[in-house]
């Protein structure tokens, strides 16, 4: 079992920048590939970035490629997103999750609102 909770949600002005995290418990961490997903009101849950045990990484919505950068260190047992020149379509409700094959933990989410 993991759990995992969300930090650096807010309020930003379009251009902007914010530096998500995602704590997880667990002595397994570093073998989970962990995962960066987002819902808008109304939308459906798009897969934003995804980063393997190894390092790899994957990067989804092309609305997001090119300027979100996902990190982790498995020594703090933390992943990171880093976003920069934010827009108002980027304002939603970020999750982080965690899984091998398939992402299986969720956490509750964070919140980012984007104003133009």
């Known amino acids: 079992q993991v759990q995992l909770v969300e930090s650096g949600g807010g309020l930003v002005q379009a251009g902007g920048s914010l530096r998500l995290s995602c704590a997880a418990s667990?002595?397994?961490?570093?073998?989970?590939?962990m995962g960066w997903f987002r819902q808008a009101p109304g939308k459906e849950r798009e897969f934003v970035a995804g980063?393997?045990?190894?390092?790899?990484?994957?990067y989804g919505a092309d609305s997001v490629k090119g300027r979100s950068t996902i990190s982790r260190d498995n020594a703090k047992n933390t992943v990171s997103l880093q976003m920069n020149s934010l827009k108002p379509e980027d304002t939603a409700v970020y999750y982080c999750a965690a899984g091998i094959g398939s992402y299986d933990f969720w956490g509750q989410g964070t919140q980012v609102t984007v104003s133009s």
């Open positions: 980063i393997k045990w190894n390092g790899g990484t994957t």
């Open positions: 667990g002595r397994t961490f570093s073998t989970y590939t």
